[in-house]
């Protein structure tokens, strides 16, 4: 199985910026969808971006422009580059590893969570 350990999350300043990453050990990453979604008191977790095994990105709406997903597959670790932080993107981030089986099951792993908290 995929262990997933966040880190990088705290409180920052509106406009301030954070680098979240997620480190994996169990099995390399390079085979496996990765993503970062978020979960604020109250609302639905949503995924915020996500990396496919060969490269390709997805962003949601609210964050295009402001945050980036990058992966080290050398390192097996994913990241999450966050600029221009705004108040509402407070919430729970989790890391999250994705490997369809079937066209029904799937593999999948998700990590702790870390609290990113934007407030002055």
């Known amino acids: 199985q995929v262990q997933l350990v966040e880190s990088g999350g705290g409180l920052v300043q509106p406009g301030g910026s954070l680098r979240l990453s997620c480190a994996a050990s169990?099995?390399?990453?390079?085979?496996?969808?990765m993503g970062w979604y978020r979960q604020a008191p109250g609302k639905w977790r949503d995924m915020v971006a996500r990396?496919?095994?060969?490269?390709?990105?997805n962003y949601t709406d609210s964050v295009k422009g402001r945050f980036t997903i990058s992966r080290d597959n050398a390192k097996n670790t994913v990241y999450l580059q966050m600029n221009s932080l705004k108040p509402e993107d407070t919430a729970v981030y989790y890391c999250?590893?994705?490997?369809?089986?079937?066209?029904?099951?799937?593999?999948?792993?998700w990590g702790q969570g870390t609290q990113v908290t934007v407030s002055s």
């Open positions: 990396v496919t095994n060969g490269g390709s990105t």
């Open positions: 999250n590893a994705n490997k369809p089986m079937s066209p029904y099951t799937s593999a999948n792993y």
């Open positions: 169990g099995s390399m990453l390079s085979t496996y969808h």
